[in-house]
């Protein structure tokens, strides 16, 4: 149900940045995987989704997805999450619905390295598990889907680069340092630069916990200086902080401004020329193929060891020009459930 997505093989080799910057697709290096559990032998009809920052409209739309899989397929999913993006809140989550003994789960993970043992034991303890928009820094789970960032954070590269006439001082604001999918986005959007636009500077990446009031503080001090010709955000709630503190230093138009995420309020500021491009991924998709793939190994249609471990989804530049298409439309974080 993912709007444009494709699959990628085990053992496959990750293209380099600079082809990747030119189309929305690539290839990944993953060893093979611990495939699970024989789905079919599962009596329980539940899956359990345990995602993070439930208040933002990414995983609300996520959560629209994985509801109409789920009701495709006569499943009953259980949600859940916190509202922050914290290993130690989820952590709990993830054991409690572990106790409920699903017939499959589908997690988000929020820490790369520190939920590597525990999934890895509720796979070997008989529970398939599929991973979406974050990773695992080892492959323990039967299958990862998440956005091309590398690809994605290149294309925002040339959207911010182009706003500034190729030429200029940027500020990178990302969430968490290690967090891989975090630093995909901010390895695209630096290799693009670097290799395409080389009268531009990329300044030393900046990190907002992802927080929307240190982004702000963060943003609000960077554009002090003169030199700063645009920044790049690479989550939702840094993209918000930036935008009100450019908003509060009547920078609008001065200072451009590219972001992940595609929020309604997003998408109004992008009319309003606070923004110059948004990096719509889609969370509707990743919800519904994930709970999908785990209907299908419950029900003894699909082996989990059948599923290729690494997907990419693509994303989608909305900007000025496209904002009111029906392709960009469909991209919009609009939650419809």
Known sequence: MSKRSHVLKRGSAMGAASVLALALSSCSSAAAPASGSDGAASASRTVSFVAAQMTAT?????????QEAADKYDLDLDWQGDANWDLATQTPLINAAVQS??????????????LIETVGKIVADGTPVITVDGSLDEPVEAQNIRTDNITAGSLAADALAKSIGEKGTVLVIASFPGVAANAERVDGFA????QAYPDVVVLPTEYSEADQSTASQIAAAAITDPD??????????????????IQAANKIGEVKLVAYDADPSQVADLKNGVYEALVAQDPYGLGYD?????????????DAADLEYQEYVT?????????????AQRYIYNPTC
């Open 228 to 245: 700063l010709k645009g920044i790049y955000t690479t989550l939702a709630p840094a993209s918000a902080g930036a935008a009100a503190a």
């Open 191 to 194: 290799e693009r630069m670097e």
């Open 290 to 302: 994930s709970v999908e793939r785990i209907a299908k190994i419950i029900d003894g249609d699909l």
């Open 315 to 327: 994303a989608y530049i909305i900007d000025k020009d496209n904002v009111d298409s029906d392709e």
């Open 58 to 66: 990414y995983f609300q739309v996520m959560q629209c997805g994985a």
């Open 101 to 114: 003994k699903p017939g499959g789960m589908v997690l988000v993970p929020t820490d790369p390295v520190g």
